[in-house]
């Protein structure tokens, strides 16, 4: 009978070691001002004449995004391919030079998982502390400071939950109608939905989430170049002929370690124990790492108390760390699928910017009325009938006027709609027009021009050609 083994490999906890450099400091500086602006900007007033008076609000009811001055409608849908597109040509970019560095400084699961992991070292101490606690049975001291800590944690998680919905409706109404019981049932079960996915994630799973749940673990090595910079081991001077062996009587100092062949590694484990993933990265680069450069920050400090040269871990390319003669690891961007990411990235987001400088103050959709395409009136006229569909996009109630152009201007009947109409800021109308050809001219129209002129800007009218439809395009269709 054969044995099977286990459906799923069990959990090796992790138990990092904290450390000073500055990778450690730059990831310390990235976590608070993601923080700051994640949870300040719900707060954060701006005048509005329109709407509630917060900076950044997704507002679904009105169906408006505001983002301090700039409106932003789902007719504006390019906007959001546009900037999907740049986010995905950015990453790419940015893994072909140095690796996963957005997963190690800017991920979201990486921010949560720091923020825990200082929780967890302020409650239940450094690592050798820890692993204590963790062994020990349960008792007032491992309820006070393990509880307390994942205690905080939750705390954490829910005013994520909290602010992540913030953003999509007015702040300060949200918290007074949450803690009141007056908020929306949907508001009470998103919350605890992101309260529990986040602790979950940051709290409990951790680095299982880098290494099993996202994807990018798994593809980003076809972005890797022989160029790109990672953490990578200096493994000629680490091991030397002999390999690496820990400091003792003969081989402490590191003349007497090259004389019996051994490399400048002292096999402290300091790179794996500070690693939030858990990454010998002395075996190579591997898909769990997520380049946050705490191992680095380790091996020199390592080096510096042993008085050697920094750099035995370093941010470095497999071509130059594998060279005879490595030299200073630097940028090289020279390469065909860096400068394609980069062209790219730079041809679409001009291509935003531009879209967003140029966008008009209204949006005007107009759509024929085809059922039928058009009438024979008593008069001997023929009509065609439009729907003129005017978005006011400004903060402002506007006025608009409906003109016609290449027909007569009394050609255009607006049955009983005012003409100029008054739209509220934000708001929409669908407006029903007619317009009336004698035969004679209908028979020479193909198409014309709606002139939609608003008062505050009537130097620039968004002009929409249209069709004209009459007997005589029937007759060219059959023919």
Known sequence: MSETGALYQKRIPIYTRSVKGKFRNFKTGVLILAFSIFFGLPWLPWHRSSAAAQALMFDLESRRFFIFDLVVYPQDIFWLALLLFIAAAFLFFVTGLVGRAWCGYFCFQTLWLDCFMFIEHFF????????????????????????????????????????????????????INFFHGAAHPTAYFSVLTLTLTTYAAGGVAREQICTYICPYARFQSVMYEQDTLAPSYDLKRGEGAAGRVAPKAGIKTQEERQSKGHGDCIDCGFCV??????????????????????????????????????????????????????????????????????????????????????????????????????????????????????????????????????????????????????????KDRRVPVKVDLDEHLAEKTREFDFVIVAKSNPETPVVRSVHFNAEHQENDEHH
């Open 124 to 175: 239940q101490g450094e690592r050798p502390a820890r692993m204590r606690l963790a062994k020990q049975s349960w008792n007032a001291e491992k309820i006070m400071k393990v509880g307390g800590s994942h205690l905080v944690m939750l705390l954490v998680s829910f005013w994520t939950g909290f602010t992540f919905i913030a953003y999509f409706t007015y702040a300060p109404d949200f918290f």
């Open 273 to 426: 124990q500070v690693c939030p993933t858990g990454v010998d990265i002395r075996k190579g680069l591997q898909y769990q790492c997520i380049s946050c450069g705490l191992c680095v920050d380790a091996c020199n400090t390592i080096m510096d108390s042993l008085g050697w040269k920094r750099g035995l871990i370093r941010y470095d390319s497999e071509r130059n760390v594998h060279s005879p003669a490595p030299a200073k690891p630097q940028l090289k961007w020279k390469n065909l699928k860096v400068i394609g990411y980069a062209t790219a990235l730079i041809v679409m987001s001009a291509a935003l910017v531009y879209n967003i400088g140029t966008r008009s103050d209204a949006e005007v959709r107009i759509s024929q009325v085809r059922q039928p395409l058009f009438i024979h009136l008593s008069d001997e006229k023929i009509r065609n009938r439009y729907e003129v569909h005017i978005v006011n996009k400004t903060e402002h109630d506007e006025s608009y006027t409906i003109k016609v152009h290449g027909i007569p201007e009394d050609a255009l009947n607006m049955g009983v709609e005012p003409n100029p109409m008054t739209i509220r800021a934000g």
